[in-house]
């Protein structure tokens, strides 16, 4: 989670495309131009005009952590999408979460609210990975 990863099922779906998961460098350069793959029409018109929702990370500091279907708020208590997957991060000390919202309000820094057991607390859409990756490389 705190890789910033997908979990099929809760984060990506075969309904969701990879502009939507903000996950569009899947889609190689080649692939692009021959335009001959699942979905190819819909994903090169997201990539070209922008999609209508997009997954943010979460982190909020207070409260419980944000699971699966906790609701996303704008700060005037707009709901604006679902939590998809979230836990503590020791790493942080602080709760993170994955959700998708309108594109609008996926802006990194855009403060938000979760609504998590009928109580209201207050998070901040965060870039991913959530804490820097170190996976390991073979030496060249």
């Known amino acids: 989670m705190e890789a910033g990863l997908c979990l099929y099922g809760n984060d990506i779906t075969s309904e969701t495309t990879p502009v939507e998961a903000a996950l569009t460098w899947l889609v190689a350069k080649r692939r692009r131009e021959l335009k001959n793959f699942?979905?190819?029409?819909?994903?090169l018109r997201q990539i070209k005009e922008g999609s209508s929702i997009k997954r943010?990370?979460?982190i909020s500091k207070t409260g419980?952590?944000?699971?699966?279907g906790a609701v996303i708020l704008s700060e005037d208590g707009q709901e604006l999408g679902k939590v998809t997957s979230g836990c503590p991060s020791p790493s942080l000390g602080s709760n993170i979460a994955m959700g998708y919202v309108p594109t609008s309000h996926s802006k990194t820094g855009t403060k938000?609210?979760?609504?998590?057991?009928?109580?209201v607390y207050e998070a901040v859409?965060?870039?991913m990975p959530f804490v820097k990756t170190n996976y390991y490389s073979k030496p060249k």
Not at 38 to 43: D, Q, S
Not at 64 to 68: E, F, L, S, W
Not at 112 to 119: A, D, G, S, V
């Open 56 to 58: 943010i990370g979460l």
């Open 64 to 68: 419980p952590p944000a699971r699966q």
């Open 38 to 43: 699942p979905g190819a029409e819909t994903i």
């Open 125 to 127: 859409v965060s870039k």
């Open 112 to 119: 938000i609210c979760l609504k998590i057991r009928e109580k």
